[in-house]
């Protein structure tokens, strides 16, 4: 079957130029998650690409750029860009079961892991940060990368914005608009209030909604 157009290889470029065979002995030694989503082109170019397992629905007018892993039950909505092509490790972005990224999100730069349940809402961006199970970045929230991480279970509200290698405990709300730039910032962070919670709840039943739908469609 063609691959489709919203799932486009990159080169990968290790450290030093390899041949042909040099670039497949070197595949041959790395994990299976690396070995999955990078293959040898006919010029001897190491290239990943995106792997969608079953179960999980990808708009077609989203674009899916180098080396990642969809797990089953994840909804990419209609515009989203999951875009790696500035990685500089072999390992791919694992985007964890039943997440989603929403109309016109962006994970950008070397992300390498977004967890399990996790809402990127629309107009939100993941930029080189890490995101735990059953985090949240809701509309037009941002995590900047740098070592930034998005601990289990927090949210990220409407147009919040978390600096670079700031991370955010478990289970703490960034409430609407904030800025958090320190770490002591994000330590006082408050608990996320239960009517929050029951949003996240709501949006993810919403998604896996969609997923079923549109993987009935066709």
Partial sequence: MQTPDYLKPFPFFPEKPLSYTEALDWLKDQAEDVRRVTYVDPEGVLMQKPVVEEGTYVDPSAFLIGGMILRSGCYIGPQAVIRLDENNVAEPLVLGVE??????????????????????AHQAIVHGAVVEDDAALYIQAVADGGGTVIGKGSFLNQGSYVGRGVKVPPGRHVEPGRIVLTQAEADALPA???????????????????????????
Avoid: C, Y
Wanted: hydrophobic share 45%.
């Fill in 99 to 120: 997440s989603n990224i929403q109309d016109f999100a962006l994970v950008h730069s070397n992300t390498t892991k977004i967890g399990e349940r996790v809402i990127v």
């Fill in 192 to 218: 996320v209030p239960e009517a929050v919670e029951e949003v996240r709840l709501r949006v993810l039943e919403m998604n896996k909604l969609h997923v079923k739908r549109h993987l009935e469609l066709g």
